[in-house]
C-alpha cells in the first residue's frame, strides 16, 4: 500500500475518534435539553424542570459510564461467548496473534460463542481492552485464510477505535430510548399530572407537545444516525483488513460464505446485529420485520473486496 493511501487511512481513523468525541459530547448536550423539555412538561414551571434537567444528565453519566467499562462484559455474556486459551482452538489463536501482530496492537481475548451460524464480532473500548469473538460455526465453514479474513477485519475494529464508537452510540441510542420511554409511560399512566400545577397555562401545553414528538423521534433519529456511520465503518474495516492480509480474495470468500449461510444466530438481537461482521438477522426471520439494515450491502462490500485484487482503494469505501 502506498504512503498516500496509508495517509489516508490515518486521517480516517483519526476522524472516527473525533466523531467519537462529538456524538457523546452532542449527545450529553441533547440529553440535558431533552430533560429540561420533559421536566417543564411534567412538573410545570421552569425551576422545577431543572429537576428533569439534572436527572437526565445523571441517567445519561451513569449508563454511559456503565456502559463505557463494562459494556463489552455485557454484550460477551448475552452472546453466551466463553473466553478461550491456545489449547482450546490453537487455529484461532494464532490467526488472532497474527493480525495483533501484523496491525501493531495487543493481542485481545478471544472468545468463541457455540452456534452453528458463522459470524464474528470485536467490542471493547479501545485497543487495550479489546476482545474478539467467532462463533463455533465460523470455525467449522471457513478454511484458514477466509478465517484470517475475517479477524483482520474485527481487529481493523479494534484499531480504527470502531469499538469505542460503537460502545458510546449504544449509550445514545440505549438512554434516549430510556428516557423516551418513560417520560411517555409516565404521561400516559400519570395523566399529566403537571398540568394541574397553577400557572401551567399554554406554554407548558406547548412543552408537553415538544416533549412528545422529542420522545417519539429522538430513539428514530438516534437508531439512523447508528447505522448511517455503521454503514461507512464496515466499509473501511473491510479495506484496513486487506492492508493486514494482502489477501481480498479471503475475506471476500468470507463474507460469501457467511452471507449464504442459512443457519441462524439465536444469540444475535437487535441491540447486538450492528457488531457483527456480517448482519446476523436474517431477512426470513420474523425478529426482522421492522430491522434498519445495520450493515452495507454485503454484495457490494464483496465487490469492492474483488475490485482491491487488482489493486487501489474504490472511491466507495471512503
Same mark, same amino acid.
Given at each position: 500500500?502506498?504512503?498516500? *493511501? *496509508? ?11 473525533? %466523531?467519537? =468525541? ?15 423539555? #420533559?421536566?417543564? +412538561?411534567?412538573?410545570? &414551571? ?8 439534572? =436527572? +437526565? ?23 453466551? +461467548? ?13 490467526? $488472532? ?7 501493531? /496492537? ?6 468463541? #460463542? ?19 469473538? $467467532? ?6 465453514? /471457513?478454511?484458514?485464510?477466509? =478465517? ?24 445514545? $441510542? ?6 423516551? &420511554? ?27 407537545? #415538544? ?8 430513539? /428514530?433519529?438516534?437508531?439512523?444516525? %447508528?447505522?448511517?456511520?455503521?454503514? %461507512?465503518? *464496515? ?15 479471503? =475475506? ?50 464483496? %465487490? ?15
Amino acid at each position: 500500500m502506498s504512503q498516500m *493511501e *496509508e495517509g489516508t487511512f490515518r486521517d480516517r481513523i483519526a476522524l472516527n475518534r473525533r %466523531q467519537s =468525541l462529538l456524538l457523546i459530547s452532542g449527545f450529553l448536550g441533547f440529553v440535558t435539553v431533552f430533560g429540561y423539555v #420533559i421536566g417543564y +412538561a411534567w412538573l410545570g &414551571d421552569p425551576t422545577s424542570a431543572l429537576f428533569g434537567l439534572v =436527572l +437526565a444528565f445523571v441517567v445519561g453519566t451513569v449508563s454511559g459510564l456503565i456502559t463505557y467499562y463494562g459494556g463489552d462484559r455485557m454484550v460477551l455474556a448475552a452472546s453466551r +461467548a466463553k473466553e478461550i486459551t491456545h489449547d482450546d482452538a490453537p487455529i484461532l489463536f494464532n490467526v $488472532v496473534e497474527e493480525m495483533a501482530i501484523a496491525s501493531g /496492537l495487543p493481542m485481545p481475548k478471544v472468545y468463541v #460463542i457455540e452456534d452453528s451460524a458463522p459470524n464474528a464480532f470485536a467490542t471493547g473500548r479501545d485497543p487495550e481492552h479489546a476482545s474478539v469473538a $467467532v462463533t463455533s460455526g465460523l470455525l467449522e465453514k /471457513l478454511n484458514r485464510d477466509e =478465517l484470517q479474513g475475517v479477524v483482520a477485519h474485527e481487529m481493523s475494529h479494534v484499531g480504527n477505535y470502531d469499538i469505542r464508537y460503537a460502545m458510546l452510540v449504544g449509550i445514545l $441510542v440505549g438512554t434516549t430510548v430510556l428516557i423516551s &420511554d418513560f417520560f411517555l409511560r409516565g404521561l400516559w399512566f400519570g395523566g399529566g399530572r403537571g398540568r394541574q400545577r397553577e400557572g401551567g397555562g399554554q406554554i407548558q401545553l406547548i412543552m408537553i407537545v #415538544i416533549a412528545v414528538v422529542f420522545a417519539v423521534l429522538a430513539p /428514530l433519529f438516534a437508531r439512523l444516525l %447508528q447505522l448511517s456511520i455503521s454503514r %461507512q465503518r *464496515e466499509y473501511l474495516a473491510d479495506a484496513t483488513a486487506v492492508q493486514l492480509t494482502r489477501n481480498p480474495k479471503g =475475506l471476500a470468500e468470507a463474507l460469501q460464505k457467511i452471507s449464504g449461510d442459512q443457519e441462524v444466530l439465536e444469540v444475535a438481537n437487535r441491540a447486538t446485529a450492528h457488531l457483527y461482521i456480517v448482519n446476523p438477522i436474517k431477512k426470513f426471520e420474523k425478529r426482522a420485520k421492522g430491522l434498519f439494515s445495520t450493515h452495507p450491502p454485503i454484495e457490494e462490500r464483496i %465487490q469492492i473486496l474483488r475490485s482491491l485484487e487488482t489493486g487501489g482503494i474504490p472511491e466507495t469505501v471512503g
